[in-house]
């Protein structure tokens, strides 16, 4: 079935485990409203990527469901789904080709003009036109020419110029230093006000401005709120962000 995006996405007393047996979700719910950007937030095997993923259709649920418009994703055609989520993981995955169709990847309709504009968003024009031939520049296997936080930069541009209705960052920005993050995440604000975006990010300066912090421990949701709130409760985040302040 085809599907659009209009209100809410919403997770609903989601349950998940990838063998059966040990669960990796538990009962989560939660919704998230058309222009918010909603930040995760937890440890390492916490359940920040698989929620995702369940969100992307890779994996189907042991019990709930992910709705989009109350419309469960189960029932969402695969190639409209996609159309509807850009996802971006902190694992670039790129192709021995130039840097204009790496961006574009095999769409049709996008001008130079258009590729370039996505690209300064993403900061990455500036390293592209010092490279050899620019955007014709063949990257090699994987993107094996460029350092890891350029690949990522290309991965971001790409996404960016699908235009999807549903923004997904995975560690997006993880090979970045931290100034680098921090102005691509100032360029990526005018971006996605208009948009539904979800980001996973392991340096809490990045996500701030989030409209809602989710914080799961072990598969469960164990806080939310806004940056300020969070902080004031003096939980789990709290302590986080004392943490990479120290």
């Known amino acids: 079935m085809t599907a659009t995006f209009k209100r809410e996405i919403a997770f609903n007393n989601l349950s998940f485990s990838y063998d059966g047996c040990k669960q990796v979700l538990h009962q989560i719910s939660f919704t998230i409203q058309k222009g918010e950007t909603i930040a995760l937030v937890g440890a390492s095997g916490s359940g920040k ?19 989009i418009d109350d419309l469960p994703i189960t029932q969402i055609c695969p190639t409209s789904l996609h159309r509807l989520i850009g996802v971006v993981t902190q694992e670039s995955i790129l192709f021995h080709d130039t840097v204009f ?25 500036d390293f592209i036109m010092r490279l050899p031939q620019g955007y014709d520049t063949i990257i090699g296997e994987n993107g094996n020419k460029l350092s890891g936080g350029q690949r990522q930069r290309i991965c971001i541009a790409r996404a960016i110029l699908a235009g999807p209705s549903i923004l997904v960052l995975d560690e997006a920005t993880s090979a970045l230093d931290s100034v680098s993050e921090r102005n691509l995440q100032e360029s990526l604000q005018s971006l996605i006000k208009d948009k539904t975006a979800i980001v996973v990010a392991h340096r809490l300066s990045t996500i701030y401005h989030a409209d809602k912090i989710i914080v799961l421990e072990q598969g469960k949701i164990v806080e ?9 409760q003096g939980g789990i985040y709290k302590q986080l962000f004392v943490l990479q302040q120290s």
């Open 224 to 232: 939310q709120g806004t940056h300020s709130t969070l902080l004031a």
């Open 101 to 125: 169709n790496n961006i574009v990847l095999n769409r049709s309709g996008f001008s130079k003009a258009a590729v370039i504009e996505t690209a300064q968003v993403a900061g990455a024009h």
């Open 49 to 67: 990527s698989t929620l995702l993923s369940l969100l992307s259709g890779l994996y189907q649920p042991n019990a709930g469901t992910v709705t």
